[in-house]
């Protein structure tokens, strides 16, 4: 009997120390929600399809290219700027990072861009990358653009803020505010332009302002209008 209750008791406590694996672990990724997000969305397959249709395009020299992860996926681009006679490229990926955006950075190129938008790192922060260490891979994709198509025109955008009273998005703005930090460091170090959209769209306690978002991280049709008149206004100056 004794024999039984112990294992009975070894039984739980393995259960409990699983359970608690697990917890540790899914807050890590982001918590529960970004966690069943993850599940229902198969990000790598949705990256892996994207590329493989921006291969099968043609060539567009001269385009203006729009680069990043779900932000710029999310924004018809090319209606938005609808003054613009120029072809304007979506460029973006659901879910994508500095390393993604590195390893597809020749179909990119090939089109010889006349411009190139970039915005991406906060899902490497969702997935608690050191923002330094995410600068690392951005300086690398930055390198890259500046040595293999010195002639586009290359802005570099900062990270937007979230609103974790909205939702809860795996990240919080004191840490999008330290990679904004780098990226701001990198455009001086390469005298590149820097789009500071994060200042525009947040609101007086520092969170994405809930005029501009639905969940917290991704923006409605008003807060991609603001984005657009920082772009216009920073091709003004």
Known sequence: MNN???????????????????????????????????????????????????????????????????????????????????????????????KGVLGRLDEVLRHKPRKIYLMVGVNDLVFK??????????????????????????????VLPVNNRIKKTGVNNETIRALNTQIAAIARDYALPYIDVYADLKDADDNLNQRYTEDGIHLNGVGYAVWKQRILMMNDE
């Open 129 to 158: 990358n050191k923002p330094e260490d995410v600068a690392t891979t951005y300086r690398e994709i930055v390198t890259q653009i500046r040595s293999k198509s010195p002639d586009s025109e290359l802005f570099l955008q900062s």
């Open 4 to 98: 039984n209750r112990r294992i009975l008791w070894f039984s739980l406590l393995l259960n409990l120390l699983l359970a608690a694996a697990l917890f540790f672990m899914v807050n890590r990724l982001g918590g529960w929600a970004y966690a069943l997000y993850r599940l229902r969305h198969d990000e790598a397959g949705l990256y892996h399809h994207r590329v493989q249709l921006f291969e099968m395009m043609h060539a567009s020299p001269g385009a203006i290219v729009f680069l990043g992860d779900s932000h710029t996926e999310q924004c018809e681009w090319q209606e938005l700027f609808h003054g613009d006679s120029t072809v304007i490229l979506n460029r973006g990926i659901v879910g994508d990072y500095v």
